[in-house]
């Protein structure tokens, strides 16, 4: 039987940490003007603005229990008392963000600017839930307006950072990123993202630099393991990937992408039965994950198994109908079983796809495939 062409899906997942902290978050002993302010004071209000105080501090204890609801509830009673009163909107504004109302969270979070035009928090805070939404300028301006007002602010340079780098600005993420360094040189999660970046831009040997450092600020980082995993197989080191994808599951081993990632290096390398148990853990972990299933498929229709192939490929196709490379790839698979209309009707189907999608040359080599089933004898 001849050999058929095969599309691979590689996928090189890089785990990213955006820092969504919630500055200015509840603290029982915080006393400046950024952070919140909570008075054990249990006596019976005597005025409006102390009924005010009290029913803060009574969401405040309600958050601190993560009674959310209840929070809200109490800080909203407060602000009926006092429409202007700062602490109770911020505190609501990430109170609505954890329960799901962003728009909620950016309007307190607006009125705490209005009120105080200072307040880096609810700058940096509206920036996360704006990124949240795919507002990705205006969480940038947030931001930058948290970063006049304080230029300390790493977690500021961490996000910006990595806003930047989605935006395909290598080379200011890459400065943020430095910043937060300079600012805080044992935060891991900074030489990560630097990292990150510089693995997007090409630079697989700084990547791994950036890796290693973060690494040796913290020895049980398991997405630096998986990163410098991926950098490594990049650059031809299997054996140290695999070394680093072991290493970053024995530390996390509920994180399926360095499952997923370690399977497609171990069919890569030929080993597809190691790549059908990392694949079918992945898919324990992440059971709509449809490249695990995809490529799981693969590695059965190189073992021959051609019926598990198409019942991966099968689930690929439910999870995400209009994935081309899943109709080649149990077209193949069909062909391979002597369903020739099957194989047709799944190659056309993979053509008219890739060809929607703007991939010309795979659409022209699923027609061909389909020339070839029609020719089979």
Request: glycine fraction near 6%; aromatic fraction near 8%; charged fraction near 25%.
């Amino acid at each position: 039987m001849m050999q058929l062409p095969m599309i691979i899906k590689t996928a090189t997942t890089l785990a990213i940490v955006f820092t969504t902290t919630l500055l200015g978050a509840i603290d029982v002993n915080a006393r400046t003007d950024r952070q919140l302010s909570i008075r054990q004071n249990g006596n019976l209000a005597q005025n409006a603005q102390k009924q005010a105080e009290d029913l803060l501090i009574a969401g405040n204890q309600k958050f601190q229990r993560k009674d959310y609801d209840g929070a809200i509830a109490d800080y909203s009673r407060s602000l009926q008392i006092n429409p202007n009163y700062d602490k109770a909107l911020f505190n609501r504004g990430i109170a609505y963000g954890i329960t799901g109302n962003k728009q909620g969270a950016i309007d307190d979070y607006t009125q705490v600017i209005k009120l105080n035009p200072q307040s880096a928090n609810s700058y940096f805070n509206r920036s996360v839930v704006k990124s949240n939404l795919g507002d990705k300028q205006g969480a940038l301006s947030d931001l930058n307006r948290v970063l006049q007002i304080d230029p300390q602010a790493t977690d500021a340079y961490l996000n910006r950072g990595n806003l930047l780098q989605d935006t395909g600005d290598f080379e200011a993420a890459t400065a943020d990123f430095s910043r937060a360094i300079k600012l805080k040189p044992n935060r891991a999660d900074a030489y990560l993202n630097r990292g990150i970046t510089k693995f997007k831009s090409g630079d697989r040997q700084g990547a791994i630099a950036d890796y290693d450092l973060a690494i040796k600020n913290d020895p049980n980082y398991h997405l630096a393991y998986n990163n410098r995993a991926l950098s490594k197989a990049d650059l031809g080191d299997t054996q140290g990937a695999i070394t680093d994808f072991n290493r970053a599951i024995q530390i996390e081993p509920k994180y399926y992408l360095s499952y997923y990632n370690r399977a497609n290096l171990r069919r890569k390398a030929n080993d597809n039965s190691g790549a059908i148990v990392d694949y079918s853990k992945t898919i324990q972990l992440n059971p709509t994950y449809a490249a695990a299933y995809n490529n799981r498929g693969l590695a059965q229709k190189k073992l021959k198994d051609y019926s598990a192939a198409i019942l991966d490929f099968n689930k690929t196709l439910e999870l995400t109908p209009d994935f081309a490379e899943a109709y080649y790839n149990r077209g193949a698979a069909r062909q391979a079983l002597k369903d020739r209309s099957g194989a047709v009707s799944d190659l056309k189907t993979a053509a008219q796809l890739y060809q929607q999608q703007g991939s010309g040359r795979e659409s022209k080599k699923a027609l061909e495939l389909v020339t070839q089933v029609q020719n089979q004898q």
